[in-house]
């Protein structure tokens, strides 16, 4: 497999775990408007919406900077049991063999970086051996947002709160507190160096402790955003947040923020979600609106 694209002296592959029609746009952003979406709509055809459908992915992100490996969000994951969001319960896609063709084996794995807790972003963390759920990837150290611990752990107080509650069900039980019962589990705050020229940064509101992994190599820069954008939708109206956001001014604002930098930087934005070519840089027009280039 080729490398999706390079930062610098970093490659990069792209790990496919599921795409699909998701849902119709008035279900995915809360702030929807039908006008608005219907003159873009065109465009986003086919790779972002089809059949009156938003059009998806399921993907990780694999950073090879030639000395470590490191996966960035690891998708819904094989076997699970998800009884709040069935689409991507009991799945069994071949996750592993698009590493393989990346050249790698889970042993190869050194860190794992997930974005946020929400159920499509762990579920590879771990999977379904010797009659229970170890980590997938048994060398690596596994990163974690601590406020997401806080907020997606069931034991504590805050998860009763969230409206994604829910949606998230048994993902911290199978994808999460396994990882942190092995040892493997490191969880970190604002400007945490994940590795040379790697910075996680707070990006709060899609859930409480959301980080945007930020990489830096041979002055490229790109931005890891996982569900900072779910949709290029969200370019041109950054206050469009999906259901799924937690606290929707903080999500917007935090929006907002990231296309800012990434415009300053000519940076690339690397989402979880988007459709081909799966990876975003944005202009920022002289009216201060933001504008998709795709290269
Ligand atoms: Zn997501």
Not at 82 to 96: A, D, E, K, N, S
Request: net charge negative.
């Amino acid at each position: 497999m080729d490398a999706a694209f390079t930062i610098g002296r970093h490659r990069v592959y792209r790990l496919e775990e599921w795409q699909g029609g998701f849902s119709p746009p008035e279900a995915l952003f809360a702030e929807y408007e039908e006008a608005a979406f219907d003159q873009q709509a065109g465009d986003f055809e086919p790779a972002f919406f089809r059949d009156g459908l938003i059009y998806g992915y399921l993907q990780s992100w694999l950073i090879d900077t030639g000395s470590e490996r490191i996966i960035v969000d690891t998708g819904a994951g094989n076997d699970k049991d998800r009884p709040g969001i069935p689409i991507f319960g009991q799945l069994t896609t071949p996750f592993l063999d698009g590493l393989a063709a990346a050249g790698f084996g889970p042993g190869d794995i050194d860190k794992v970086f997930c974005t946020h807790l929400h159920i499509d972003h762990v579920g590879w963390n771990t999977e379904w051996r010797d009659g229970g759920w170890q980590p997938t990837f048994p060398k690596a150290r596994y990163y974690f947002p601590r406020a997401d611990e806080e907020a997606w752990n069931p034991a504590k107080a805050l998860y009763a709160t969230l409206a994604g509650a829910g949606v998230n069900a048994n993902v911290f039980e199978d994808s999460v507190q396994p990882v942190i019962d092995a040892g493997l589990a490191e969880l970190i705050d604002d400007g945490a160096t994940i590795a040379p020229g790697m910075t996680a940064w707070n990006s709060p509101g899609h859930t409480p402790g959301h980080m945007v992994l930020e990489v830096e190599s041979d002055g490229e820069t790109a931005l890891f955003t996982g569900d900072i954008l779910h949709h290029p939708m969200q370019i041109s109206r950054p206050d469009w947040n999906s259901v799924y956001c937690e606290d929707r001014i903080a999500a917007a604002d935090t929006r907002r923020r990231i296309l800012h930098r990434a415009s300053a930087k000519g940076a690339r934005i690397v989402p979880a979600h988007f459709g081909a070519p799966h990876s975003v840089f944005v202009e920022r027009r002289d009216d201060g609106t933001f504008e998709p280039r795709y290269r």
